[in-house]
């Protein structure tokens, strides 16, 4: 009411400048005016700076509002530029007052990221270059000489109506009206306030106030005792609830919650968001926390709120399924378990808490929310011995998934000091079951033989746990199909699939995905579909969307055909999940013909496999973009990726992706020379002994050849010998041009990208016209930067420009 010119102003000022801040005094209605600003956007992410009161937390609130994420090797602050950059959206930042080092952040991502609009709130200013200011002012006020009229009325009357009053008489209460609105001072808020009081005991009978504080005490003292219970116990929480918590908050059943917080909303003190939660505007929440300092208010809540967790979460440390309903509330169950973990007394129940929340959010594959719950109960101190160990090691399985392969090491340290005043038996279970997870790593770093050797020591180690046993056979077996050794990867599978236990049907299915990729590799085509088909139906029967998706993709690798419809958003899936299924979303592409997109989206995986330290999917990665080069008519570009994608797969090994490089370079070569027959020699040789089959790829047809034809040295013992790997290189590149210009160091992909740089685009710009990532692009500039030691984009369109 009354605003229409303020949201006039403002969205004018937001068609013409990229921040703009609107500001004014509390309860002013700055929220309100940026509500309907954001709801009439083309787009829009509201993020709170109330709930985010640090210049970290508020840019990872903007992350997550925006569906993006920071890559291992990455800042927040690029990854928020990037997500930003080229997108025609309005990001609203909700009460962002006196956050250090804000307005520093976001004058930078005003000048890096183009295109979005920024729109603050906020009782102060930034000062900054960029910043447009628009401040709000209270509703006008009718003056003694003025009728008793306007939007400071309308908003009086219509509020005393919603809180259940009766029509008030204006001009019989002229004089009472007229004083409580001057004494409200126009501000919104603090008429909603004096709107409830004249509702519950008439108008003759509300004092003028000035504060907004005065106002909210006002209407609280007419609560019944019940009603301001739950008002104190929603501020000390400070964040939206449900009813379901809401009810054990209060101690009281859920119909009765339904009526504190009907109560609550028809008196203007909470507010109804549209998911069905209650919330509190900040100067409501600073009252009623103060309110509650009187009282055992914050204690009780939060014991309340521990209540509603620990019924909320699986009773098991391995029960939990990606629908479990309080996955919509994680925020909350974090807030109860680090308000029991600061409690020396209460951290067992916290560590309890967080370990069995991990199987849902696990399964969920929400592995940041997973690893930022159990990390907070790591810092806060020692728990107890077993639980401890698996919470730091489930700390790290994710760790690991979200910040890069062996970032989660650090944890798996700190799960083995809980174990270390074990008894000598759990001690040796808990450490082999480490061992298992440091395998995992290693496994997914592509360092096989490390991977191994603890492999074999958790065996060792754990050899009386059936579950352990079953689970580093599993990886095992992965072990064995990387590195192509393919009939003990058979060996173990039979031991792994056979009647698992009902909490081990993952570890299982699982191991079908691995058969299913033997019989892929061995020719078995029907084998290897009916294999993973099965795995992916018991997989999204069990909920476990982890192995549906990894089992969907060996389907679609199988098959060639498009995957099941599974409701997954790829770019929050954990990294090591995601690379997968971008890799099999480029063979698709490249399937397809689609070939700019596939070598684009192959690019991608090669640069995140990287900068997560996955090494096995770096290598499949690599083989992908000489592939697409190759079906662009383009042998010249390819060989550099094929030789690049043989030196990984030589020295991790994978010896049946080195035969797959070989046939690339073999169709890269010329038909019927001596160096055609002895690069698809080469590859036969690595395939033979493992009864593995070659396979024409798109674009790259088949080199079917011969042992006999591989030089002896090349080959010993089923891999390729160093000298064979010397042989193989000089045989690419003893015809390649010699590099004479400065630019001439840049590969195809990078002189591509250092050219738009030229033309002014963005990254996002870049990267729509290339099919590759922003993220992608900012890894070619950072590698061009290097080459030609510039430090800028202006210094490298300016180089650009002297050879144009």
């Known amino acids: 009411m009354g605003r229409d010119d303020v949201l006039d102003r403002l969205r004018l000022l937001l068609g013409s400048h990229r921040w703009v801040t609107l500001t004014g005094a509390p309860g002013c209605g700055k929220t309100l005016v940026a509500r309907h600003v954001a709801a009439s956007a083309a787009a829009s992410a509201w993020v709170s700076g109330h709930t985010n009161p640090t210049a970290d937390t508020l840019v990872t609130a903007c992350l997550d509002a925006l569906g993006a994420e920071v890559a291992p090797g990455d800042s927040a602050a690029m990854a928020l530029k990037r997500a930003l950059d080229g997108r025609d959206l309005l990001l609203v930042l909700d009460g962002v007052d006196s956050i250090d080092g804000l307005g520093e952040i976001v004058?930078?991502?005003?000048?890096?990221?183009?295109?979005?609009?920024?729109?603050?709130?906020?009782?102060?200013?930034?000062?900054?270059?960029?910043?447009?200011?628009?401040?709000?002012?209270?509703?006008?006020?009718?003056?003694?000489?003025?009728?008793?009229?306007?939007?400071?009325?309308?908003?009086?009357?219509a509020r005393v109506a919603a809180a259940g009053g009766h029509?008030?008489?204006?001009?019989?209460?002229?004089?009472?009206?007229?004083?409580?609105?001057?004494?409200?001072?126009?501000?919104?808020?603090?008429?909603?306030?004096?709107?409830?009081?004249?509702?519950?005991?008439?108008?003759?009978?509300?004092?003028?106030?000035?504060?907004?504080?005065e106002a909210v005490r006002g209407s609280y003292d007419l609560l019944d005792e019940d009603q301001r219970r739950c008002f104190r116990r929603l501020a000390v929480v400070g964040r939206p609830v449900g009813l379901d918590a809401l009810a054990d908050l209060c101690e009281v059943s859920r119909p009765a919650a339904v009526q504190l917080a009907s109560a609550?909303?028809?008196?203007?003190?909470?507010?109804?968001?549209?998911?069905?939660?209650?919330?509190?505007?900040?100067?409501?929440?600073?009252?009623?926390?103060?309110?509650?300092?009187?009282?055992?208010?914050?204690?009780?809540?939060?014991?309340?709120?521990?209540?509603?967790?620990?019924?909320?979460?699986?009773?098991?440390?391995?029960?939990?399924?990606?629908?479990?309903?309080?996955?919509?509330?994680?925020?909350?169950?974090?807030?109860?378990?680090?308000?029991?973990?600061?409690?020396?007394?209460?951290?067992?129940?916290?560590?309890?808490?967080?370990?069995?929340?991990?199987?849902?959010?696990?399964t969920a594959m929400r592995a940041r929310d997973a690893v930022d719950l159990l990390e907070s109960v790591l810092d806060s101190g020692d728990g107890?011995?077993?639980?401890?160990?698996?919470?730091?090691?489930?700390?790290?399985?994710?760790?690991?998934?979200?910040?890069?392969?062996?970032?989660?090491?650090?944890?798996?340290?700190?799960?083995?000091?809980?174990?270390?005043?074990?008894?000598?038996?759990?001690?040796?279970?808990?450490?082999?079951?480490?061992?298992?997870?440091?395998?995992?790593?290693?496994?997914?770093?592509?360092?096989?033989?490390?991977a191994?050797?603890?492999?074999?020591?958790?065996?060792?180690l754990g050899q009386h746990d059936p579950y352990v046993v079953r689970q580093v056979r599993r990886t095992l077996m992965d072990v064995c199909v990387a590195s192509g050794d393919l009939a003990e990867a058979e060996r173990l599978g039979a031991l792994i699939v056979d009647a698992p236990p009902a909490d081990e049907r993952w570890i299982a299915l699982s191991a079908r995905t691995l058969q299913a990729k033997v019989a892929?590799?061995?020719?078995?085509?029907?084998?290897?579909?009916?294999?993973?088909?099965?795995?992916?139906?018991?997989?999204?029967?069990?909920?476990?969307?982890?192995?549906?998706?990894?089992?969907?993709?060996?389907?679609?690798?199988?098959?060639?055909?498009p995957g099941a419809e599974l409701d997954v958003d790829i770019e929050n899936?954990?990294?090591?999940?995601?690379?997968?299924?971008?890799?099999?979303?480029?063979?698709?592409?490249?399937?397809?013909?689609?070939?700019?997109?596939?070598?684009?989206?192959?690019?991608?995986?090669?640069?995140?496999?990287?900068?997560?330290?996955?090494?096995?999917?770096?290598?499949?990665?690599?083989?992908?973009v000489a592939d697409a080069l190759m079906a662009t008519g383009d042998p010249t570009q390819a060989r550099p990726s094929y030789l690049s994608a043989l030196r990984r797969a030589t020295d991790i090994p994978m010896p049946l992706r080195a035969a797959d490089a070989l046939d690339?370079?073999?169709?890269?070569?010329?038909?019927?020379?001596?160096?055609?027959?002895?690069?698809?020699?080469?590859?036969?040789?690595?395939?033979?002994?493992?009864?593995?089959?070659?396979?024409?790829?798109?674009?790259?047809?088949?080199?079917?050849?011969?042992?006999?034809?591989?030089?002896?040295?090349?080959?010993?013992?089923?891999?390729?010998?160093?000298?064979?790997?010397?042989?193989?290189?000089?045989?690419?590149?003893?015809?390649?041009?010699?590099?004479?210009?400065?630019?001439?160091?840049?590969?195809?992909?990078?002189?591509?990208?250092?050219?738009?740089?030229?033309?002014?685009?963005?990254?996002?710009?870049?990267?729509?016209?290339l099919f590759v990532s922003p993220r992608t692009v900012d890894a070619h500039l950072s590698h061009i930067f290097r080459k030609l030691e510039i430090s800028t984009r202006a210094k490298l369109a300016a180089l650009m420009a002297e050879v144009a």
Do not use: K
């Not at 680090?338 to 929340?357: F, G, I, K, Q, T």
């Not at 191994?452 to 060792?460: H, I, P, S």
């Not at 055609?676 to 080469?682: E, N, T, V």
């Open 167 to 213: 029509t008030v008489d204006v001009v019989q209460h002229d004089r009472t009206l007229r004083r409580l609105l001057r004494a409200s001072g126009g501000l919104p808020s603090l008429i909603e306030q004096l709107a409830v009081q004249i509702a519950l005991i008439g108008v003759s009978d509300v004092a003028p106030v000035g504060t907004m504080g």
């Open 107 to 157: 004058n930078d991502l005003v000048e890096d990221a183009a295109a979005f609009r920024l729109l603050c709130t906020a009782t102060t200013v930034a000062g900054r270059t960029h910043e447009n200011v628009l401040r709000i002012q209270p509703l006008p006020v009718p003056t003694a000489s003025q009728p008793l009229e306007g939007a400071a009325v309308e908003l009086l009357l």
């Open 520 to 561: 892929w590799e061995q020719g078995r085509l029907v084998e290897a579909e009916s294999l993973a088909l099965y795995a992916l139906a018991q997989a999204q029967e069990l909920h476990e969307d982890r192995i549906a998706l990894l089992a969907d993709t060996v389907v679609r690798l199988v098959t060639g055909r």
């Open 384 to 450: 107890p011995a077993t639980i401890g160990s698996q919470l730091a090691r489930r700390a790290g399985i994710c760790a690991s998934e979200v910040r890069g392969t062996y970032e989660g090491l650090r944890l798996l340290d700190r799960a083995e000091q809980h174990a270390s005043g074990l008894e000598d038996g759990a001690r040796s279970l808990e450490f082999a079951r480490n061992a298992a997870i440091r395998a995992e790593m290693h496994l997914d770093a592509g360092n096989l033989a490390q």
């Open 264 to 362: 609550l909303a028809r008196r203007s003190l909470v507010e109804v968001q549209s998911d069905g939660r209650f919330d509190m505007l900040p100067p409501l929440r600073e009252v009623g926390r103060e309110l509650a300092r009187a009282t055992a208010d914050e204690q009780e809540a939060m014991d309340g709120l521990l209540r509603w967790a620990d019924r909320a979460i699986p009773e098991g440390y391995n029960t939990g399924a990606a629908d479990a309903p309080w996955l919509a509330e994680v925020p909350l169950v974090a807030a109860a378990v680090r308000h029991a973990a600061a409690d020396d007394a209460r951290r067992p129940e916290a560590y309890d808490l967080a370990n069995r929340a991990f199987s849902s959010l696990y």
């Open 664 to 769: 690339g370079l073999a169709a890269a070569a010329e038909p019927g020379t001596a160096a055609y027959r002895q690069l698809a020699g080469a590859a036969a040789a690595l395939r033979a002994p493992r009864g593995a089959a070659g396979r024409t790829r798109p674009g790259v047809p088949y080199a079917a050849g011969s042992p006999r034809d591989c030089p002896s040295s090349w080959v010993s013992g089923g891999h390729l010998t160093p000298a064979g790997l010397a042989a193989v290189t000089d045989l690419a590149t003893g015809d390649e041009p010699e590099v004479v210009s400065a630019l001439g160091v840049l590969t195809r992909a990078e002189r591509a990208v250092a050219e738009l740089v030229a033309e002014g685009l963005t990254s996002r710009q870049i990267g729509e016209q």
């Open 573 to 624: 899936l954990p990294w090591a999940v995601r690379v997968v299924v971008q890799l099999q979303d480029a063979r698709d592409l490249l399937a397809a013909g689609d070939l700019g997109r596939a070598a684009g989206r192959a690019a991608d995986t090669v640069v995140l496999a990287d900068s997560s330290r996955l090494g096995r999917d770096g290598v499949e990665g690599r083989l992908l």
């Open 452 to 460: 191994r050797a603890d492999a074999e020591r958790t065996l060792l």
